[in-house]
C-alpha cells in the first residue's frame, strides 16, 4: 500500500510548478495546469499532491517547440 503524502497549498505547489500563486489559480480556472484536489463546501480549501504536480511536469517536457501544440 502506497502511503499518503501531504498535500501542497497553492503557495507551496506554484513553484514547484514553476509559476506564481496567481497563474496557478488561473490554471486552475481554465483548466490547464496540474490537477487539485478542492475540499467540499463554498470555501473549500484547494490543495495539491505531489505526484499530481510531478505527473503534470513530466507531461509537459518537451525537446523541441515544434512539439508544442
Do not use: C, H
Amino acid at each position: 500500500m502506497t502511503e499518503l503524502q501531504n498535500l501542497l497549498t497553492t503557495d507551496e505547489a506554484a513553484p514547484l510548478a514553476g509559476v506564481s500563486p496567481k497563474t496557478l489559480e488561473n490554471w486552475r480556472s481554465l483548466g490547464v495546469g496540474p490537477k487539485f484536489i478542492r475540499t467540499p463546501g463554498k470555501k473549500g480549501r484547494v490543495n495539491y499532491d505531489p505526484d499530481d504536480l510531478r505527473d503534470w511536469r513530466n507531461a509537459n517536457r518537451y525537446s523541441s517547440t515544434s512539439q508544442v501544440a
